[in-house]
């Protein structure tokens, strides 16, 4: 029975233990299948099957265009599989590309957030068919309990509903439905059917899962909306290092969660309306309470009042707004007096809107941003103080604020932590989600049997900043990119136009690298970008492989930054030194790469992208989470690596092996003739030299460019004159 | 002030208090309460008609209609009359006073009857605001009583001396609630004005002010004017009697393909997002029909000022919740949606209730610090 669950011959050399006998066949000697295939549909077929019937398509030996409104399949190279007296073989797609297995949506009413998980890309990159393989058997030896994890990628996306086609469209053109059929091979009992399954939530799950079928020709699976955002709070509270976070008067500070403290908790979502969710553990919740009044109602009576086109213009608006011409302050009732007694001071809002009731205002008088404003003012105050009642009223010490309302945006966050604040006396604090409007995506994501995160480690989840989708939060601007050509096509068009949105980017690229004469701002631009306070989020890279270094007293409270970058000197130092060092670093990527033409332009593309990373950073020094020298150098290498340089230091590598091997026998030989203490000394010294000759500082590479690391090692040794500044020998 | 609406609620609004008191002619007093929106004015007369003289005032006097008209009370001595003006219009509010003289009203309780040395006693913001004008423009002083003391002064003095006074709304259904004098404390007392303020009172004199929210009767006036043009509060909430709230709020069935989402007592015409439909890129503002924007907003903070009433109650233990102030003006479809509120959250358990005299709180709280008023005692009967 295992057998015919097989619906791809792997090739020799699984790099997967796999548990079931596997006869690897040799595709070339099965038939083409022929056009049309016949499905069949009855009630004996069996489960296996129905997997493979999905696999099937209209295919002859080409690519095969259906109607335009259908998902269209790779078939060229369609070969059929298995044995071939099975009345429903299995179609091999090897030019489908499908190391991606698993979607999951969140359909509200205003956004669609999207989580897809992809497999890491194989070694050989262009080996479709054998990267195409190795993800299928990852996932698809559907009877083993604990199959084995993969490492992969969790990747976040949102579209506005009304956009729901082009949601569509970028699902479809990276085949993200056909690997959610994934889940059928898990899902033994799944209904016999030839379509295949995505988990989904929010309301529109119910709405157009019509259209899913008819588009994509996918089954929606329902979510309870409740437990998708519950098990996605927990979820990301358990395993993102920096994941919440208190905003308070500007101020954003990461709370480290101990993911054994983390429940009972309030969890707030902000979507169109609000609902309060008491956690008590993993599955176990209740809607507490909730409110009409959400991220809908500013929206709807903004766009009313301002004419605004959309959400982020409304909330843009709002930065240049003074809310004191729309709402009605104590001091305005009091005459400029404080009502001291209650503790109302002159300043506080008595009356949102109440000074708009004044006869000679009408609405053309009243500047939109203002108006604006005085409505994000007036609901996410009146969403911190419901939810701190409803916390208070079951004691629970922490809120957690999520849901597409809130977007990073700090005025919003500053008068909910307010709210929160005021009115609990200080004594419960509001926090933050920096995933905040995927909680129901993720959590659907995780109703997936086995989605291989059960029990996933923090320590096995890195995220990673790619430019595309991070640096912009997640929002897809244009068709998904599809390979690195494109993405440094897109690339080279987004930084072209982020100059105008974006204050600070790297000026026109000169020298040889293409790069050079990056000056780091050293103060924030003069205006506000739109996102400017929005934390960006980036891919979870799961790891399975990482694990916590045995002899770390405490991994829980090991940070690996020794140098924060909290401190602005601090920022403003490193980035110098980084962008300063930044044309060096791309001569050598290219270098390493064999200096083509390729190579230069990828290195061009870095160039821009670590720039464009540096300068969001220096703006918003939080945007990816809490920052440190050792997150900025990971951010370096992982930008160097996403435009495949895969290590920019290879060719002098080389080059010190090669001349450290010449001298090794004699270097040997010489600390062989040495007596212990000097040998010891010696020994030393080395190391200390290697280690200068890895610092990468400006003075070093000066000494790299000119000789060996034998010169260095031997000028350090000169210049290392004992006694040392610290010196125990 | 729209004369028509007053009229046509005229028996459920702020009838006329009789005193069983002596006529005392010389006896009468004036308070004020200034809020942000507006002027309430409570003044005591003899049950002489000195006083019905309306010579083509603008604002109503609400005594002047009802004056007799209530034949279930017993014979009086004595009446508390209300008045109240828009405070923008104060100069409305100036002429009235004057004219019926009531400034020197007050001033006949006083040791000291000089024309000049006039005391008023008034609250709310406005007492501090203009108290200037009312020297310059009438030659009195304000004499400022503190706003929260007031409002459960007169909450208290109504519940117990005013017999039926407090009052549920469930479904269109008026029910008079017989409060007893001895087991009347503690409560909440959640007056709507501009803003709102939520007091739990413990006693008389007893009080603290607990909570509150900015979304009161001001941001519906203020909302409801910037989207519909309405000249007046009145108007508005007019307008909302003939609204339908589903063009433009987003329904939980709306989201749901017209499905509940009964897992969590949600029903398909729960509101999900006030003014959630209004996210829609092919509808403008002018677009809405202003009864439906009325009505959508009235929903919003009604619904809000609810829920966060009953949450507090919840916290103190609070069993019983009055709402009074401005916002409410016995419009019945504001205490549904508010009553409606306080149910759901409290699944039966807290009931929302109202008073016939809910505007004039601060006034008759005003009113009462007067040192000898003589209505401490007052029984109801």
């Not at chain 1, 098990?231 to 358990?238: D, E, I, P």
């Not at chain 1, 932590?417 to 926090?431: N, R």
């Not at chain 2, 949600?266 to 959630?276: D, H, N, P, R």
Request: charged residues 25%; glycine residues 10%.
């Amino acid at each position: 029975m295992e057998s015919t669950a097989l619906c791809f011959a792997p090739p020799t050399g699984l790099p997967i233990n796999f548990k079931h006998s596997i006869n690897p066949i040799d595709t070339e000697s099965y038939g083409v299948a022929k056009w049309p295939l016949k499905f069949n549909n009855s009630e004996k077929v069996s489960k296996e099957t129905v997997t493979e019937e999905r696999e099937m398509a209209s295919a002859t030996g080409n690519s095969i265009h259906r109607s335009s409104s259908r998902p269209q399949l790779d078939l060229s190279g369609a070969a059929i599989q298995g044995n071939f007296e099975e009345r429903d073989p299995t179609i091999l797609l090897p030019n489908q590309s499908d190391d991606i297995s698993h979607l999951a949506l969140d359909i509200g009413g205003s956004l669609i957030k999207l989580v897809y998980f992809s497999r890491h890309e194989g070694q050989a990159a262009n080996d479709r068919r054998k990267k195409s393989v190795e993800a299928r058997l990852g996932v698809s030896n559907g009877t083993r309990r604990s199959y084995p994890i993969l490492g992969g990628r969790l990747h976040f996306v949102k579209f506005e509903t009304t956009k729901i086609n082009e949601c569509l469209d970028f699902i479809y053109s990276k085949q993200l439905h056909r690997g959610g059929m994934d889940s059928r091979h898990w899902h033994a009992e799944a209904p016999n059917n030839e379509n295949a399954v995505i988990k989904a939530t929010g309301g529109g799950a119910h709405k157009f899962a019509d259209l899913f079928k008819d588009r994509l020709g996918v089954s929606i699976e329902k979510e309870d909306e409740m437990d998708c955002l519950v098990a996605g709070a927990n979820f990301l509270l358990k395993a993102i290092r920096h994941e919440a976070f208190t905003h308070i008067e500007g101020q954003k500070e990461f709370v480290q969660i101990d993911p054994n403290d983390l429940f009972p908790y309030l969890l707030v979502n902000i979507g169109s309306g609000v609902s309060m969710i008491k956690v008590d553990d993993d599955g176990k919740c209740q809607r507490v309470s909730g409110t009409n009044v959400g991220g809908g109602t500013y929206w709807g009576l903004g766009r009313l009042l301002t004419k605004c086109k959309s959400f982020d213009e409304l909330l843009e608006l709002s930065q240049q707004g003074d809310n004191r011409t729309i709402d009605m302050l104590v001091g305005d009732i009091y005459g400029g007096m404080n009502y001291s007694k209650i503790g109302l001071s002159a300043s506080t809002i008595a009356s949102s809107f109440g000074k708009a009731i004044s006869e000679d205002k009408e609405l053309e008088d009243c500047r939109p941003e203002d108006i604006s404003l005085s409505l994000l003012r007036m609901i996410s105050y009146n969403i911190g103080q419901i939810s701190y009642l409803n916390a208070l009223r079951f004691g629970l010490k922490r809120i957690f604020f999520g849901g597409f309302f809130i977007r990073g945006h700090a005025y919003t966050m500053d008068t909910i932590s307010f709210a929160v604040h005021f009115w609990s006396k200080g004594e419960t604090q509001a926090m933050f989600l920096r995933h905040e409007g995927f909680l129901g995506a993720l959590g659907a994501f995780m109703s997936y049997d086995k989605h291989g995160l059960d029990d996933l480690m923090v320590h096995q989840l890195v995220e990673r900043f790619p430019m595309g989708a991070s640096y912009i939060g997640g929002k897809i601007h244009g068709p998904p990119l599809g390979n690195l050509n494109e993405k440094i096509s897109w690339m080279e068009k987004f930084v072209q136009k982020g100059t105008e949105i974006i204050a600070p980017v790297p000026m026109a690229p000169p020298g040889t690298t293409g790069l050079g004469g990056f000056e780091v701002p050293s103060s924030k631009g003069d205006t506000l970008r739109s996102d400017a306070s929005n934390l960006n989020i980036g891919v979870l890279h799961l790891v399975p492989t990482l694990e916590v270094f045995p002899l770390l007293a405490d991994p829980k409270m090991y940070e690996p930054n020794t140098i924060d970058l909290s401190d602005h000197g601090e920022l403003e130092y490193w980035f110098t030194v980084l962008s300063e060092h930044l044309p060096d670093l791309v001569d050598k990527a290219v270098a390493s790469e064999g200096g083509t033409d390729d190579a230069k332009r990828r290195g061009d593309a870095f160039a821009r992208a670590f720039s464009a990373h540096l300068a969001r950073l220096m703006e918003e020094p939080a945007a990816y989470g809490k920052l440190g020298l050792a997150n900025l150098l990971e951010l370096r290498e992982e930008c160097l690596r996403e435009f495949n340089f895969i290590d920019a230091y290879r060719t002098i590598k080389q080059r010190e092996n090669e001349a450290s091997l010449a001298v090794l026998p004699d270097l040997l030989m010489e600390l062989d003739s040495m007596s212990e203490e000097p040998r010891l000394l010696t020994l030393i010294e080395g190391v200390l030299a290697a280690n200068i000759f890895d610092w990468g500082s400006r003075a070093c590479v000066d000494l790299y460019h000119k000789g060996t690391i034998i010169e260095i090692y031997r000028m350090s040794r000169k210049k290392m004159q004992r006694p040392w500044r610290v010196d125990d020998f | 002030m729209e004369k028509d609406g007053i009229r046509e609620n005229l028996d459920e609004k702020d009838s006329n208090i009789m005193l069983p008191k002596p006529s005392l002619d010389e006896f009468s007093h004036l308070s004020l309460d200034i809020g942000g929106s507006l002027i309430k004015v409570v003044y005591f007369s003899s049950n002489s008609n000195c006083l019905v003289d309306d010579n083509g005032m603008r604002s109503p006097e609400d005594s002047l209609e009802v004056s007799n008209s209530n034949s279930n009370w017993p014979f009086l001595s004595g009446r508390l009359h209300f008045a109240k003006f828009e405070t923008s219009k104060i100069n409305d509010c100036l002429e009235f006073i004057s004219s019926k003289q009531l400034h020197y009203c007050g001033s006949r309780h006083h040791e000291a009857p000089a024309g000049d040395k006039n005391v008023i006693k008034a609250t709310g913001g406005g007492a501090y605001k203009f108290a200037d004008l009312f020297k310059e423009k009438l030659g009195v002083s304000l004499d400022k009583v503190d706003e929260m003391d007031c409002l459960v002064a007169g909450a208290n003095f109504l519940l117990k001396a005013v017999h039926p006074e407090a009052f549920t709304y469930m479904d269109g259904q008026k029910g008079y609630v017989q409060i007893d004098h001895n087991d009347l404390y503690p409560y909440l007392l959640v007056n709507i004005g501009s803003g709102v303020s939520m007091i739990k009172v413990d006693g008389d004199g007893k009080f603290e002010r607990v909570s509150g929210t900015s979304v009161g009767g001001g941001t519906f006036w203020g909302l409801g004017r910037l989207l519909t043009k309405c000249k007046s509060f009145d108007e508005l909430l007019k307008l909302s009697h003939q609204g339908n709230n589903r063009v433009i709020d987003m329904l939980v069935g709306d989201i749901y393909g017209g499905m509940d989402y009964s897992k969590i007592g949600l029903s398909s015409t729960a509101i999900a997002s006030s003014f959630g439909k209004a996210v829609s890129e092919n509808k403008e503002l002018e677009d809405y029909r202003p009864e439906d924007v009325s009505r959508s907003l009235l929903r919003m903070i009604s619904n809000n000022i609810g829920q966060i009433s009953y949450l507090n109650a919840l916290r103190f233990g609070l069993k019983r919740i009055f709402f009074g102030g401005f916002f409410i003006r016995s419009h019945a479809y504001t205490m549904d949606t508010i009553s409606v509120a306080v149910h759901f959250w409290s699944k039966g358990e807290a009931k929302a209730m109202f008073l016939r005299h809910e505007g004039f709180l601060g006034a008759l709280g005003a009113f009462m610090s007067y040192e000898k008023h003589d209505l401490e005692d007052l029984i109801a009967h």
